[in-house]
């Protein structure tokens, strides 16, 4: 069977799917993933078959995004009929976002103009002629598996924001804005928008069931998400297990690459970990450390994975974000939540706070002293360790990537269907 990956091109997005990407491809699948060319090496580094799709020229580059975003007036509509209760807003507003994102590669303009992020998908589908095609915020994909024949499926990096965004605006009696992304990419091929082109034929989810959110979206195919974070040489400091315990900081390699970290936090957290005693590995590059005063108890590096990191590690301090989550729900290490930034760090927050496997901490309203305090009961506290464990065995009692490669080969036989003729 021939698997075509289509993943937003931030290696956040890419990383989820590596790991199922891999069990298929050593199943005996014929395995690639497309993307905007700025993803090609991250893809090429796991193993994978990278397709590039457009050129750096012609795809809009990431730092492009605010023009897809949308506007003020645009969000509040959609923000009032989200999130009519408060606890709702965070959930709301990444929805925008996934609709800014989205745009971004799946916009189609008038006149016939050049749509490279939907006609080469399109031709690639047609030339390679997939059996299965599985996209992340990259509905042209299913357009194009509808095209050839091939069964397609979304994949999730994090809770389903799309589906249920949607589900709430029709219910609210708005105009469903995923559909009015999706119908000029249908129309541009013969085809009418229908549900399966924006919610897949079926889901690939690797969120916890108790951190999903309500949706009548089709099938849910759970995968327990396997931490990945790129490849390192490991430096030698790392292997030999710490004297005394080691608490990471880390806020994230999206938050880095779009510059999202706020210096005042750094340095709060700086601080706190300042009078630990303790070892303090901080995953900070230059920019980030720029005017910070780094503690001498504190190692900062540009980059290390952080499932070789966490391993070793006693506590994690972290912004909320999926990935640095679940590789430390994977090594059974206490969590330190901050909770001011990231707009799903409350949900994780919850789901670890809820499960007595870490605490939540917000630096504008809390002192470094209090900041510091809450890593020491981390430490300390054996209540947390058992918190831990608990997330753990939850997470493990999820499929893992190879458990489900015989589900998604039946599902994909059962969707496929007779290619399109090409207009």
Known sequence: MRIMFTIWPMAAHLYPAVPLALALQSAGHEVCVASHPLLTRAITAAGLTAVGIGTEETMTPLAGAEEFMPDEEESERLLELLASD??????????????????????VPGAGGAAPGVDDVVAFARAWQPDLVVWEQWPAAAVAARLVGAAHARILCGPDYWAW????????????????????????????????????QWTIDPTPKALRLPTTAPRTVSVRRVPLSGGVVLPRWLHPRPERPRVAVSLGISGRAM?????????????????????????????QLEGQRVPENTRTVDFVPLSQLFETC???????????????????VPQLIETSGELECAAYADYVTDRDGGLSVNYARQSPQEIRRSIERLIEEPVFGKGADTLHAEWLAMPGPVDVVPTLERLAAQHRTAPLPAR
Request: hydrophobic residues 50%; glycine residues 12%; negative net charge.
């Open 86 to 107: 408060p606890a709702d807003r965070p959930a709301a507003e990444m929805f925008t976002l996934f609709l800014g994102a989205v745009r971004m590669y799946n916009t």
């Open 165 to 200: 965004g949607r589900e709430r605006i029709v219910a609210a009696g708005g105009a469903d804005p995923t559909a009015a992304i999706v119908a000029p990419i249908a129309e541009r091929y013969g085809l009418e928008v229908d549900e399966e082109l924006v919610l897949g």
């Open 259 to 287: 510059r999202m970290a706020d210096r005042k936090l750094i340095g709060s957290v700086l601080e706190a970990v300042g009078g630990l005693d303790a070892e303090v590995v901080a995953t900070f590059d230059a920019l």
């Open 314 to 332: 006693s506590v994690v301090v972290h912004h909320g974000g999926g990935g640095t989550f679940a590789a430390a729900v994977a090594h059974k």
